[in-house]
Protein backbone atom coordinates (compact mmCIF):
# COMPACT_ATOMS: atom_id res chain seq x y z
CA UNK A 1 0.00 0.00 0.00
CA UNK A 2 1.46 3.41 -0.76
CA UNK A 3 0.38 7.12 0.47
CA UNK A 4 -0.32 10.25 -1.50
CA UNK A 5 3.52 10.68 -1.51
CA UNK A 6 4.28 6.93 -2.54
CA UNK A 7 5.71 5.71 0.13
CA UNK A 8 4.72 1.71 0.90
CA UNK A 9 4.61 -0.42 3.00
CA UNK A 10 1.72 1.46 5.01
CA UNK A 11 -1.08 -0.54 6.41
CA UNK A 12 -4.62 0.94 7.55
CA UNK A 13 -5.67 1.92 11.10
CA UNK A 14 -7.58 -1.56 11.24
CA UNK A 15 -4.55 -3.53 10.44
CA UNK A 16 -2.47 -1.42 12.61
CA UNK A 17 -5.06 -1.76 15.80
CA UNK A 18 -4.92 -5.60 14.94
CA UNK A 19 -1.25 -5.77 15.33
CA UNK A 20 -1.18 -3.91 18.21
CA UNK A 21 -3.53 -5.82 19.98
CA UNK A 22 -1.94 -8.75 19.18
CA UNK A 23 1.68 -8.25 20.15
CA UNK A 24 0.63 -6.12 23.08
CA UNK A 25 -0.01 -7.50 26.54
CA UNK A 26 -3.44 -5.64 26.92
CA UNK A 27 -6.14 -7.87 28.78
CA UNK A 28 -9.45 -7.19 29.59
CA UNK A 29 -9.43 -7.35 33.45
CA UNK A 30 -11.80 -10.10 34.64
CA UNK A 31 -15.44 -9.79 35.56
CA UNK A 32 -16.45 -9.23 39.17
CA UNK A 33 -19.59 -8.72 41.08
CA UNK A 34 -20.18 -6.84 44.35
CA UNK A 35 -22.21 -5.24 46.95
CA UNK A 36 -23.23 -1.49 45.03
CA UNK A 37 -21.97 0.52 48.04
CA UNK A 38 -18.04 -0.93 47.33
CA UNK A 39 -18.74 -0.03 43.51
CA UNK A 40 -17.76 3.71 43.61
CA UNK A 41 -14.33 4.34 41.54
CA UNK A 42 -15.17 0.66 39.80
CA UNK A 43 -15.53 0.54 35.86
CA UNK A 44 -18.55 -1.00 34.56
CA UNK A 45 -18.27 -4.32 32.20
CA UNK A 46 -21.27 -4.12 30.31
CA UNK A 47 -24.07 -0.87 29.65
CA UNK A 48 -26.57 -0.64 32.11
CA UNK A 49 -30.61 -0.56 31.06
CA UNK A 50 -33.08 0.49 33.37
CA UNK A 51 -34.99 -2.50 33.86
CA UNK A 52 -38.37 -0.72 34.24
CA UNK A 53 -39.98 3.00 34.10
CA UNK A 54 -37.85 4.84 37.20
CA UNK A 55 -40.05 5.66 39.20
CA UNK A 56 -41.74 3.35 38.45
CA UNK A 57 -45.15 5.32 39.49
CA UNK A 58 -46.08 9.18 40.13
CA UNK A 59 -44.81 10.20 43.67
CA UNK A 60 -44.41 12.94 45.78
CA UNK A 61 -41.72 15.01 46.53
CA UNK A 62 -43.53 16.70 49.53
CA UNK A 63 -45.16 15.88 52.56
CA UNK A 64 -48.62 17.30 51.73
CA UNK A 65 -52.05 16.33 49.82
CA UNK A 66 -52.32 15.09 46.49
CA UNK A 67 -54.83 16.71 44.87
CA UNK A 68 -56.20 17.60 40.84
CA UNK A 69 -54.93 20.85 40.55
CA UNK A 70 -57.47 22.61 39.28
CA UNK A 71 -59.16 22.26 42.66
CA UNK A 72 -57.13 24.47 43.72
CA UNK A 73 -56.72 27.20 41.76
CA UNK A 74 -57.32 30.62 42.65
CA UNK A 75 -57.25 29.41 46.35
CA UNK A 76 -55.62 32.56 48.91
CA UNK A 77 -55.63 32.74 52.41
CA UNK A 78 -58.68 34.92 52.24
CA UNK A 79 -60.29 32.78 49.90
CA UNK A 80 -59.04 29.21 50.19
CA UNK A 81 -60.06 26.09 48.77
CA UNK A 82 -61.59 23.71 50.49
CA UNK A 83 -61.08 19.48 50.00
CA UNK A 84 -62.35 16.22 51.90
CA UNK A 85 -60.00 14.04 52.65
CA UNK A 86 -60.58 10.51 51.50
CA UNK A 87 -57.60 8.96 52.35
CA UNK A 88 -53.77 8.65 53.83
CA UNK A 89 -51.56 7.49 51.64
CA UNK A 90 -48.00 5.98 53.67
CA UNK A 91 -44.40 5.23 51.69
CA UNK A 92 -44.83 2.01 49.81
CA UNK A 93 -48.22 2.12 49.86
CA UNK A 94 -50.45 1.22 47.06
CA UNK A 95 -53.57 3.55 46.91
CA UNK A 96 -56.69 2.02 45.79
CA UNK A 97 -58.74 5.15 46.19
CA UNK A 98 -59.50 7.13 42.74
CA UNK A 99 -59.66 11.16 43.74
CA UNK A 100 -63.20 13.23 42.24
CA UNK A 101 -64.16 16.30 42.02
CA UNK A 102 -63.45 18.58 45.98
CA UNK A 103 -61.26 15.90 47.11
CA UNK A 104 -57.38 15.14 48.46
CA UNK A 105 -55.50 12.83 50.45
CA UNK A 106 -52.81 13.14 52.95
CA UNK A 107 -49.37 11.74 50.93
CA UNK A 108 -46.20 11.29 52.49
CA UNK A 109 -42.71 11.87 50.60
CA UNK A 110 -42.37 9.37 48.08
CA UNK A 111 -45.90 8.23 48.56
CA UNK A 112 -47.55 6.75 45.18
CA UNK A 113 -50.20 9.64 43.81
CA UNK A 114 -53.28 7.88 43.93
CA UNK A 115 -55.62 7.87 40.46
CA UNK A 116 -57.18 11.53 39.52
CA UNK A 117 -54.51 13.63 41.33
CA UNK A 118 -51.53 15.50 39.56
CA UNK A 119 -50.11 17.64 41.76
CA UNK A 120 -49.42 17.90 45.75
CA UNK A 121 -49.99 20.47 47.88
CA UNK A 122 -47.25 21.34 50.66
CA UNK A 123 -48.24 20.59 54.19
CA UNK A 124 -47.38 24.03 54.97
CA UNK A 125 -50.14 26.03 52.84
CA UNK A 126 -52.85 23.57 54.44
CA UNK A 127 -55.26 23.69 57.26
CA UNK A 128 -56.54 20.94 58.95
CA UNK A 129 -60.31 22.26 59.85
CA UNK A 130 -61.14 18.47 60.83
CA UNK A 131 -60.27 15.18 60.42
CA UNK A 132 -62.05 15.17 57.20
CA UNK A 133 -61.43 18.94 55.79
CA UNK A 134 -58.92 21.06 54.86
CA UNK A 135 -58.48 24.24 53.03
CA UNK A 136 -55.55 25.31 50.57
CA UNK A 137 -54.21 29.01 50.44
CA UNK A 138 -52.10 28.45 47.62
CA UNK A 139 -53.09 26.80 44.53
CA UNK A 140 -50.74 24.29 42.62
CA UNK A 141 -49.79 23.64 38.97
CA UNK A 142 -50.24 20.54 37.14
CA UNK A 143 -47.01 18.28 38.21
CA UNK A 144 -46.03 20.69 41.02
CA UNK A 145 -44.22 19.04 43.89
CA UNK A 146 -44.61 15.48 41.43
CA UNK A 147 -41.77 13.10 39.96
CA UNK A 148 -43.80 11.39 36.94
CA UNK A 149 -43.46 7.88 36.18
CA UNK A 150 -40.42 7.17 33.83
CA UNK A 151 -39.08 10.79 34.51
CA UNK A 152 -35.95 9.63 35.47
CA UNK A 153 -35.21 6.33 33.01
CA UNK A 154 -37.53 4.13 30.24
CA UNK A 155 -37.74 1.04 30.32
CA UNK A 156 -34.65 -0.22 28.59
CA UNK A 157 -33.20 2.80 28.20
CA UNK A 158 -29.42 2.96 28.41
CA UNK A 159 -28.96 4.95 32.08
CA UNK A 160 -24.45 4.28 32.15
CA UNK A 161 -22.63 3.03 29.05
CA UNK A 162 -19.89 -0.09 29.57
CA UNK A 163 -16.65 1.60 29.93
CA UNK A 164 -17.64 4.42 32.42
CA UNK A 165 -15.76 4.56 35.21
CA UNK A 166 -18.32 4.94 38.48
CA UNK A 167 -18.60 8.72 40.66
CA UNK A 168 -20.23 9.24 43.85
CA UNK A 169 -23.57 10.24 41.25
CA UNK A 170 -23.54 7.11 39.45
CA UNK A 171 -23.82 5.15 42.60
CA UNK A 172 -26.70 6.78 43.59
CA UNK A 173 -27.79 5.86 40.07
CA UNK A 174 -27.67 2.16 40.12
CA UNK A 175 -28.78 1.84 43.70
CA UNK A 176 -32.80 3.28 41.76
CA UNK A 177 -31.99 0.04 39.61
CA UNK A 178 -32.32 -2.18 42.33
CA UNK A 179 -35.98 -3.15 42.51
CA UNK A 180 -36.67 -6.01 39.88
CA UNK A 181 -39.96 -8.58 39.86
CA UNK A 182 -37.39 -11.53 39.31
CA UNK A 183 -37.59 -14.11 42.37
CA UNK A 184 -34.63 -14.50 44.64
CA UNK A 185 -33.71 -18.30 45.25
CA UNK A 186 -31.69 -17.08 48.46
CA UNK A 187 -33.17 -15.29 51.22
CA UNK A 188 -30.70 -13.69 54.11
CA UNK A 189 -32.61 -14.46 57.71
CA UNK A 190 -29.80 -13.06 59.41
CA UNK A 191 -27.59 -10.95 60.08
CA UNK A 192 -30.00 -8.32 58.99
CA UNK A 193 -29.66 -4.88 57.98
CA UNK A 194 -29.17 -3.97 61.43
CA UNK A 195 -26.52 -3.39 64.59
CA UNK A 196 -25.63 -6.53 66.10
CA UNK A 197 -23.78 -6.92 69.59
CA UNK A 198 -21.61 -9.90 68.95
CA UNK A 199 -18.46 -9.73 66.59
CA UNK A 200 -18.47 -13.64 65.96
CA UNK A 201 -22.39 -13.21 64.03
CA UNK A 202 -24.07 -16.45 62.70
CA UNK A 203 -24.66 -16.26 58.96
CA UNK A 204 -27.93 -18.18 58.28
CA UNK A 205 -29.71 -17.96 55.10
CA UNK A 206 -32.69 -20.31 52.96
CA UNK A 207 -32.62 -21.59 49.55
CA UNK A 208 -35.31 -21.73 47.73
CA UNK A 209 -34.39 -24.57 45.44
CA UNK A 210 -31.47 -27.09 45.76
CA UNK A 211 -27.73 -25.82 45.43
CA UNK A 212 -24.51 -28.22 45.23
CA UNK A 213 -22.71 -25.55 47.66
CA UNK A 214 -22.83 -22.47 48.96
CA UNK A 215 -20.35 -19.54 49.16
CA UNK A 216 -20.87 -16.62 51.91
CA UNK A 217 -19.21 -13.25 51.05
CA UNK A 218 -18.46 -10.17 53.60
CA UNK A 219 -17.45 -7.34 52.71
CA UNK A 220 -16.60 -4.29 53.99
CA UNK A 221 -15.62 -0.30 53.08
CA UNK A 222 -12.07 -1.89 52.01
CA UNK A 223 -13.54 -4.68 49.46
CA UNK A 224 -13.63 -8.20 49.81
CA UNK A 225 -12.83 -9.13 53.77
CA UNK A 226 -13.26 -13.07 53.17
CA UNK A 227 -15.29 -15.66 51.35
CA UNK A 228 -16.04 -19.13 52.65
CA UNK A 229 -17.48 -22.36 51.18
CA UNK A 230 -19.99 -24.42 52.91
CA UNK A 231 -22.48 -27.11 52.53
CA UNK A 232 -25.68 -25.68 54.25
CA UNK A 233 -26.78 -22.99 56.15
CA UNK A 234 -25.96 -21.63 58.79
CA UNK A 235 -22.73 -20.38 58.80
CA UNK A 236 -21.44 -20.23 62.09
CA UNK A 237 -17.98 -18.81 63.20
CA UNK A 238 -15.96 -20.45 65.19
CA UNK A 239 -14.76 -18.74 68.88
CA UNK A 240 -10.86 -19.79 67.89
CA UNK A 241 -11.79 -17.69 64.44
CA UNK A 242 -10.68 -14.04 64.70
CA UNK A 243 -13.66 -11.65 65.10
CA UNK A 244 -15.18 -9.10 63.21
CA UNK A 245 -14.39 -5.44 64.03
CA UNK A 246 -15.87 -3.62 66.65
CA UNK A 247 -17.50 -0.30 65.25
CA UNK A 248 -17.45 -1.83 61.82
CA UNK A 249 -19.92 -1.81 59.12
CA UNK A 250 -19.91 -4.84 56.92
CA UNK A 251 -22.04 -6.21 53.71
CA UNK A 252 -22.56 -9.98 53.64
CA UNK A 253 -24.17 -11.93 50.32
CA UNK A 254 -24.39 -15.89 49.82
CA UNK A 255 -23.92 -17.51 46.36
CA UNK A 256 -25.56 -20.36 45.62
CA UNK A 257 -23.20 -22.82 43.06
CA UNK A 258 -24.97 -25.72 40.95
CA UNK A 259 -23.23 -28.03 38.00
CA UNK A 260 -24.59 -24.71 35.83
CA UNK A 261 -24.71 -21.50 37.18
CA UNK A 262 -24.05 -19.69 40.34
CA UNK A 263 -26.82 -17.54 41.62
CA UNK A 264 -26.25 -14.44 44.23
CA UNK A 265 -28.43 -13.25 46.93
CA UNK A 266 -29.04 -9.77 47.40
CA UNK A 267 -26.82 -8.04 49.81
CA UNK A 268 -27.43 -7.20 53.87
CA UNK A 269 -25.90 -4.84 55.43
CA UNK A 270 -24.95 -4.77 59.09
CA UNK A 271 -23.04 -2.67 61.54
CA UNK A 272 -21.09 -4.14 65.05
CA UNK A 273 -21.55 -2.09 67.86
CA UNK A 274 -18.32 -0.43 68.84
CA UNK A 275 -16.83 -1.17 72.74
CA UNK A 276 -18.31 1.09 74.34
CA UNK A 277 -21.85 0.66 73.53
CA UNK A 278 -21.57 -2.86 73.53
CA UNK A 279 -21.11 -2.74 77.50
CA UNK A 280 -23.37 0.11 77.60
CA UNK A 281 -26.16 -2.40 76.29
CA UNK A 282 -25.12 -5.46 78.34
CA UNK A 283 -25.28 -3.23 81.24
CA UNK A 284 -28.91 -1.70 80.50
CA UNK A 285 -30.05 -5.42 79.87
CA UNK A 286 -29.41 -6.79 83.20
CA UNK A 287 -30.54 -4.16 84.64
CA UNK A 288 -34.13 -4.48 82.78
CA UNK A 289 -33.71 -8.44 83.64
CA UNK A 290 -32.73 -7.75 87.45
CA UNK A 291 -35.79 -5.68 87.52
CA UNK A 292 -38.25 -8.57 86.26
CA UNK A 293 -35.86 -11.41 88.42
CA UNK A 294 -39.07 -12.56 89.69
CA UNK A 295 -40.91 -13.59 86.58
CA UNK A 296 -37.66 -13.85 84.09
CA UNK A 297 -40.05 -15.61 81.28
CA UNK A 298 -42.69 -13.20 81.55
CA UNK A 299 -44.38 -11.13 78.15
CA UNK A 300 -43.75 -7.87 79.78
CA UNK A 301 -39.91 -8.84 80.66
CA UNK A 302 -39.27 -9.27 76.65
CA UNK A 303 -41.41 -6.11 75.62
CA UNK A 304 -39.36 -3.80 77.98
CA UNK A 305 -36.20 -5.60 76.44
CA UNK A 306 -37.62 -5.51 73.00
CA UNK A 307 -38.44 -2.05 73.16
CA UNK A 308 -34.74 -1.25 74.01
CA UNK A 309 -33.35 -2.89 71.47
CA UNK A 310 -35.54 -1.39 69.36
CA UNK A 311 -34.52 2.12 70.01
CA UNK A 312 -30.49 1.12 69.85
CA UNK A 313 -31.36 0.07 66.42
CA UNK A 314 -30.85 -3.72 67.40
CA UNK A 315 -33.28 -4.82 65.20
CA UNK A 316 -32.68 -8.39 65.14
CA UNK A 317 -32.53 -8.66 68.88
CA UNK A 318 -35.92 -6.59 69.20
CA UNK A 319 -37.29 -9.23 66.62
CA UNK A 320 -36.65 -11.94 68.34
CA UNK A 321 -37.99 -10.32 71.88
CA UNK A 322 -41.15 -9.28 70.03
CA UNK A 323 -41.74 -13.06 68.78
CA UNK A 324 -40.89 -14.55 71.95
CA UNK A 325 -43.60 -12.27 73.08
CA UNK A 326 -46.06 -13.30 70.40
CA UNK A 327 -45.79 -16.69 71.13
CA UNK A 328 -46.40 -16.14 75.14
CA UNK A 329 -49.66 -14.15 73.41
CA UNK A 330 -50.84 -16.23 70.69
CA UNK A 331 -54.34 -13.91 70.23
CA UNK A 332 -52.65 -10.36 70.89
CA UNK A 333 -52.34 -8.56 67.29
CA UNK A 334 -49.97 -5.77 68.86
CA UNK A 335 -46.82 -7.90 68.65
CA UNK A 336 -47.15 -8.87 65.19
CA UNK A 337 -48.01 -4.98 64.33
CA UNK A 338 -44.46 -4.65 65.82
CA UNK A 339 -42.66 -7.21 64.11
CA UNK A 340 -44.24 -5.70 60.88
CA UNK A 341 -42.72 -2.48 61.08
CA UNK A 342 -39.07 -4.05 62.86
CA UNK A 343 -39.42 -6.71 59.80
CA UNK A 344 -39.30 -3.40 57.67
CA UNK A 345 -37.13 -0.98 58.75
CA UNK A 346 -34.67 -4.49 58.13
CA UNK A 347 -35.68 -4.40 54.84
CA UNK A 348 -37.32 -7.45 54.53
CA UNK A 349 -40.14 -6.67 53.27
CA UNK A 350 -42.20 -10.34 52.86
CA UNK A 351 -41.78 -10.84 56.29
CA UNK A 352 -43.07 -7.59 57.14
CA UNK A 353 -46.56 -8.30 55.69
CA UNK A 354 -46.40 -11.64 56.56
CA UNK A 355 -46.67 -10.52 60.41
CA UNK A 356 -48.72 -7.26 59.61
CA UNK A 357 -51.40 -9.84 58.10
CA UNK A 358 -51.25 -11.76 61.20
CA UNK A 359 -52.31 -9.05 63.28
CA UNK A 360 -55.30 -7.81 61.17
CA UNK A 361 -56.24 -11.20 61.31
CA UNK A 362 -55.89 -11.43 65.04
CA UNK A 363 -58.28 -8.01 64.82
CA UNK A 364 -60.79 -8.83 62.66
CA UNK A 365 -60.94 -12.34 64.99
CA UNK A 366 -61.16 -10.15 68.17
CA UNK A 367 -63.98 -7.49 67.03
CA UNK A 368 -66.35 -10.89 66.12
Not at 25 to 31: D, G, L, T
Not at 197 to 204: G, I, V
Not at 226 to 255: A, C, H, Q, R
Not at 256 to 262: H, K, R, S, T
Request: proline share 5%.
Amino acid sequence: MKDMLGREELITVGEALQLLFHYSPFKRPAEVCIPIENSYGMVLSKDILAPEDLPAFSRSTMDGFAVRSSDSFGATEGLPAYLTIVAEISMGEKPEVVLQKGEGAKIATGGMLPAGADAVVMLEYTQQLDRKMIEIVKPVSPGENVIQAGEDARKDEQVLKGGHRLRPQDVGALAGLRASDKEETIELTSPYNTLIRTNLPTFSWIPKKEYDKFIVNLYNSKGLVWSKKIDKSPLILSENEKGLDFGETYFWNVEGEDLLDNEKSSNYRFSVLSVEKFKEVINQEDLIRKTFYNDPDSSSLHSFLGAYFMNQGLLQDAINEFQIVSRINPDASLPHEILGSLFSDAGNKDRAIEELQKALALSKDKDK
